[in-house]
């Protein structure tokens, strides 16, 4: 449309008291000072007949005889599907909302409000006042909006995966028994899924000593540690010890030698002194470089305690955990 069409058009427009629809490309034609007092202006494009709308909010005066873009987002409960639930999701978006008022200050007349069914969440986006194209507000605008969305967008995208994770773990390897899990861990053909195998077979195996709380796969900014255990034993043999266990896991068709020792001896160290032993588990065995490795650097107060899958299997067998555990630890420490 021509200014003049779209002047008379908004005029038209404006006595039904109705939202008026401007294409983007139209909004460049028009400013503030061609905006009625009673005009509710929507941007966006109508592509092969069907409206789209970027911004959920029309341009209107307020109150103070001030243009701002009214927003208003409606959600109903019975047809919510996000991995964050409703609750959450409504309440991230009135923090976010807030957090801009407070520290920008160019969003003002926050309303909440829930219905049971329906929930609403209104607010204003404040124009500067050097901005006067149409276009401009709504880019202003859209790039406020865009803010908020893709923080909450952010949000459901981590709350999926933690889902999606959780699900696959729980579902692949937490059912598995002891037994199976020995079995797998030796046939398995795929590298990473030996490796996962044995990590959970591990879990479990530790998960067996009253007092051990087991956390797997922590990851930190600069290296990833395969299973962590909180040490709350009131057993007086690991209460000696510290209160954080590291525990690495090789699924290797070799054997583990100086460098594994080396770096694992690294991440007990990195702890801030609150981890002095480890669990190196080599489910094929150690190579002669690791005994001299471990020999050479034994005065000093970390312990690495060489696990094999033999040992794995026998405590297993033997149904003695605990006590091979506390024999591989007495090996350790007089080697």
Same mark, same amino acid.
């Given at each position: 449309?021509?200014?003049?069409?779209?002047?008379?058009?908004?005029?038209?427009?404006?006595?039904?008291?109705?939202?008026? +629809?401007?294409?983007?490309?139209?909004?460049?034609?028009?400013?503030?000072?061609?905006?009625?007092?009673?005009? $509710?202006?929507?941007?966006?494009?109508?592509?092969?007949?069907?409206? +789209? @709308?970027? !911004?959920?909010?029309?341009?209107?005066?307020?109150?103070a005889g001030e243009i701002c873009i009214a927003m208003a987002h409606n959600w109903y409960r019975k047809f919510w599907y996000s991995p964050l639930g409703i609750a959450y999701y409504m309440?991230?978006?009135?923090?976010?909302?807030?957090?801009?008022?407070?520290?920008?200050?160019?969003?003002?007349?926050?309303?909440?409000?829930?219905?049971?069914?329906?929930?609403?969440?209104?607010?204003? @986006?404040?124009?500067?006042?050097?901005? $006067?194209? !149409?276009?401009?507000?709504?880019?202003?605008?859209?790039?406020?909006?865009?803010? @908020?969305?893709?923080?909450?967008?952010?949000?459901?995208?981590?709350?999926?995966?933690?889902?999606?994770?959780?699900?696959?773990?729980?579902?692949?390897?937490?059912?598995?028994?002891?037994?199976?899990?020995?079995?797998?861990?030796?046939?398995?053909?795929?590298?990473?899924?030996?490796?996962?195998? !044995?990590?959970?077979?591990?879990?479990? @195996?530790?998960?067996?000593?009253?007092?051990?709380?087991?956390?797997?796969?922590?990851?930190?900014?600069?290296?990833?540690?395969?299973?962590?255990i909180l040490n709350r034993s009131d057993q007086s043999f690991w209460q000696k010890e510290s209160s954080l266990i590291l525990v690495e896991c090789k699924n290797w068709s070799s054997k583990?030698?100086? $460098?594994? *020792?080396?770096?694992?001896?690294?991440?007990?160290?990195?702890?801030?002194?609150?981890?002095?032993?480890?669990?190196?588990?080599?489910?094929?065995?150690?190579?002669?470089?690791?005994?001299?490795?471990?020999?050479?650097?034994?005065?000093?107060?970390? *312990?690495?305690?060489?696990?094999?899958?033999?040992?794995?299997?026998?405590?297993?067998?033997?149904?003695?955990?605990?006590?091979?555990?506390?024999?591989?630890? *007495?090996?350790?420490?007089v080697l």
């Amino acid at each position: 449309m021509t200014y003049e069409e779209l002047i008379q058009y908004i005029s038209n427009q404006s006595e039904d008291d109705e939202v008026i +629809h401007i294409e983007t490309d139209d909004s460049k034609k028009l400013s503030i000072s061609d905006l009625p007092e009673n005009a $509710n202006i929507q941007i966006g494009d109508t592509i092969e007949g069907i409206l +789209h @709308i970027k !911004l959920e909010g029309t341009l209107a005066w307020n109150t103070a005889g001030e243009i701002c873009i009214a927003m208003a987002h409606n959600w109903y409960r019975k047809f919510w599907y996000s991995p964050l639930g409703i609750a959450y999701y409504m309440d991230l978006m009135k923090r976010l909302v807030e957090f801009r008022e407070q520290e920008y200050g160019d969003i003002e007349s926050i309303q909440f409000e829930d219905d049971g069914d329906w929930c609403h969440l209104y607010y204003s @986006i404040k124009i500067p006042r050097e901005l $006067n194209n !149409l276009y401009d507000i709504y880019c202003h605008g859209l790039s406020i909006y865009e803010w @908020i969305e893709s923080i909450v967008i952010e949000t459901e995208l981590e709350v999926s995966q933690l889902f999606t994770k959780a699900t696959e773990k729980y579902s692949k390897y937490k059912l598995i028994e002891i037994p199976e899990l020995i079995q797998r861990v030796e046939t398995e053909d795929d590298a990473n899924e030996k490796g996962r195998l !044995l990590e959970e077979l591990i879990c479990k @195996i530790f998960a067996e000593i009253p007092g051990f709380e087991v956390r797997d796969r922590i990851k930190s900014e600069t290296e990833e540690i395969d299973i962590v255990i909180l040490n709350r034993s009131d057993q007086s043999f690991w209460q000696k010890e510290s209160s954080l266990i590291l525990v690495e896991c090789k699924n290797w068709s070799s054997k583990c030698g100086k $460098n594994e *020792l080396v770096v694992f001896k690294e991440k007990i160290l990195n702890r801030r002194g609150r981890a002095k032993i480890g669990f190196l588990v080599s489910w094929n065995g150690f190579a002669g470089t690791f005994l001299k490795e471990d020999l050479r650097t034994s005065q000093n107060d970390v *312990l690495i305690i060489p696990v094999t899958g033999d040992d794995i299997k026998r405590a297993v067998s033997d149904n003695n955990i605990q006590e091979t555990l506390v024999e591989l630890w *007495l090996d350790a420490v007089v080697l």
